[in-house]
């Protein structure tokens, strides 16, 4: 474990465990203030940290439910929705604080443990939510299997270039990528991770496009998607047994 990280809390320990070298070349982590952060070497892409009790994050009940993401997945108290990317955590949080119990999976060590992070300090503001979420550090096509038919949704939000480059938001996703793509991991697998999700025949499997982004060669058509002014969410349903 990295010195700049030996302060971290114990439930960390396992986490920061499976980071080797390579997967922070040009960056660094570091605990401030009781959390973990990545520092880039590039200044303009700042620092990045996840916490799960400050802005949106804060939705709960209602207000989650009437989300796009939420209905698209058909969450309902109880529902278990499988997070195939990880990422940021943002909608994982969401369909928690809808009622789902989440299972998160992030294949980059890296990312998972600033993930375990936020998810250790969100018990003490928000225990119920935090408590319906269960991170994974993998490869979601090795996890995803046909006896998975529980499952109420999988749900796939693959990384695609950032907007504006001025915009917070953005920022935290250029730094992201450029995690990613310096450790080996450039980018996801759209066409393999919806395979894996439509093999596992789950109730549904939904993914996030930006709007006019056309789906990869060979993807059958969805049974139907949700628009918004920018995304859109392409839903497929289980119709067979």
Not at 38 to 46: C, H, I, N, Q
Not at 156 to 174: F, T
Not at 197 to 210: F, Q
Request: net charge positive; proline share 7%.
């Amino acid at each position: 474990m990295s010195p700049d990280v030996i302060d971290a809390p114990l439930e960390l320990a396992s986490w920061l465990a499976r980071i080797e070298p390579d997967h922070v070349e040009g960056f660094a982590l570091r605990m401030r203030e009781g959390t973990l952060h990545l520092l880039a070497g590039e200044p303009e892409l700042g620092a990045l940290a996840i916490d799960f009790t400050r802005g949106a994050s804060g939705f709960r009940g209602p207000r989650a439910r009437s989300e796009r993401l939420v209905r698209a997945c058909g969450v309902r108290d109880g529902s278990r929705v499988v997070d195939a990317t990880g990422g940021l955590g943002t909608d994982a949080w969401l369909l928690a604080s809808a009622g789902a119990e989440v299972e998160l999976i992030e294949q980059h060590p890296v990312v998972a443990a600033l993930l375990a992070d936020g998810l250790l300090r969100a018990r003490v503001q928000h225990p119920d939510i935090a408590a319906r979420i269960h991170l994974q550090g993998a490869d979601s096509r090795a996890v995803l299997a046909p006896q998975m038919a529980a499952v109420t949704a999988v749900y796939i939000d693959p990384m695609y270039p950032p907007r504006r480059k001025s915009a917070l938001g953005d920022r935290r996703l250029r730094l992201l990528a450029a995690l990613c793509a310096m450790s080996g991991q450039p980018g996801d697998d759209v066409a393999g991770l919806l395979a894996a999700a439509l093999t596992a025949r789950t109730k549904r499997v939904v993914l996030k496009r930006p709007l006019r982004e056309a789906l990869p060669n060979g993807v059958p058509d969805p049974s139907y998607s949700l628009s918004g002014r920018s995304t859109r969410f392409d839903v497929w349903r289980r119709t067979g047994p």
